[in-house]
Structures are given as C-alpha cells and as structure tokens.
C-alpha cells in the first residue's frame, strides 16, 4: 500500500541551531503539503509542492521535493522558540489519496 | 469569523455513552474530512465527504458514523464509547480534494474526547 516514512519522530535542537524533517515515500507522489501543529493547536498548512525537484523558501523555512518526487524535506534555519511544534508531512498520491506523516515534534531550548 | 469551528471544544463522557460532535465550515469548500489525533500525535483520517457524499471511509469501527446534512457541516456520532476512543478529532475542509491545487486543508480547533 501507500506509506510514507517521517523522520526523526522527534528533534531537540538548541536556539539557533538548524533543523530538518524529512518524509519519503515507496511511491511517486502527485505532491506534498506541509503543515505545522503548535502545541495544544490544530494543523495549520504551511506549504504545497507540485514540480519534481521545486524549492521553495518562507523566510527561515526551506521546503524541497525530490527529483523523482518521492521524498521532501523542511529545513530550518537558526532556530527561534517560536518554531516549537510539530511538523507533519502530507503527500498526495496519483489515485488522490493523501495521507499525513507521522510527524516531527521539534523542541527548541533557549 | 471562524472558518471551521467544531463543537464541543472538550468532551467527557463514561464508556458505553453515545455523543456527537458536530463541525462546520464557512469557507464554501466542498470537500470535509474527520480525523483522529492520538496521543502519540498520529493523525489518522477516518472520513471524508465531498459535496455531502462519503468518499473516504477508512477501517473504523461502525460505532463511528458521518452525517453531511449539508456541504458546509459533517458531524461526527460514536455509539457505545470506549476507553480507546479517547483521543482529539479534528474536522477539516478543502476547496475541491479532486483538484490538487484546491486541496490545502483548514482544520478546525480540534474536539478533545475523554472516555472514563
């Protein structure tokens, strides 16, 4: 079936420090979304990707779909407190069907 | 304006009790979704409607039931709750799941479900 893998499950990085989730897929992905939960919050939806090998940038945030369009990337630069939370992953498969990662719960130590 | 809200916000109930809770959007979306968010943080999608018609039905147990009376609202029933029910659902919507540029989720506060 359609699985995707997020990784690590869990990130504690120093204030300042950069940080990176990555989600890869056993199949070719239509696209992926991006979403962030801060804690006690709802799933806020940060980005979406469509193109084979697209970069696209949000201030600190850097968001990357691979070449073959089965694996994407967040990447953080410099760290703030704000960015507490956790970061899920959400490809969309060609059949429509999406599906959330399992998500990566960042912590950030000032 | 809140453009999902569900109700209740917290919900706490004994085992074997029936309770809804209902979700609405005022986004004009066609498409809503319910999930169930563990405490282990997975969110798993339970069902999804498009224009008040079931095109998502995960493996879930049939104590869970989806009504659509409307393409701007989907409620959520559990029959007989369980310890294991205890979790936060979370509605959502989108523009039309069928177009991928239309898809970008709007969830809602979530609905913290307590089973003693």
């Known amino acids: ?110 | 304006d809140t453009a999902v809200s569900q109700t209740p916000k917290y919900l706490v109930t004994q085992m074997g009790n029936d309770k809804s809770i209902k979700c609405e959007q005022n986004l004009g979306h066609d498409t809503m979704y319910w999930y169930k968010q563990d405490s282990k943080k997975f969110l798993k999608i339970m069902f999804s409607y498009n224009n008040k018609e079931l095109i998502i039905n995960e493996t879930v147990p049939n104590r869970f039931s989806p009504k659509s009376p409307d393409k701007a609202h989907l409620n959520l029933h559990i029959n007989s709750l369980e310890l294991g029910d205890s979790a936060v659902y979370f509605c959502a919507s989108s523009q039309d799941y069928s177009v991928p540029s239309y898809n970008e989720q709007f969830f809602g506060p979530g609905t913290r479900l307590t089973v003693l």
């Open chain 1, 1 to 110: 079936g359609q699985q995707v893998m997020q990784i690590p499950q869990y990130q504690h990085v120093q204030e300042g420090e950069d940080f990176t989730t990555y989600c890869n897929s056993s199949t070719t992905l239509s696209n992926i979304q991006w979403y962030k939960q801060r804690p006690g919050g709802h799933p806020v939806f940060l980005i979406q990707l469509v193109k084979s090998g697209e970069v696209k940038k949000q201030k600190r945030l850097t968001f990357q779909f691979g070449e073959a369009k089965k694996n994407s990337s967040l990447h953080i630069t410099a760290t703030q407190t704000t960015d507490v939370g956790t970061y899920f992953c959400a490809p969309r498969y060609n059949n429509n069907d999406m599906r959330f990662g399992a998500g990566t719960r960042l912590t950030v130590k000032p």
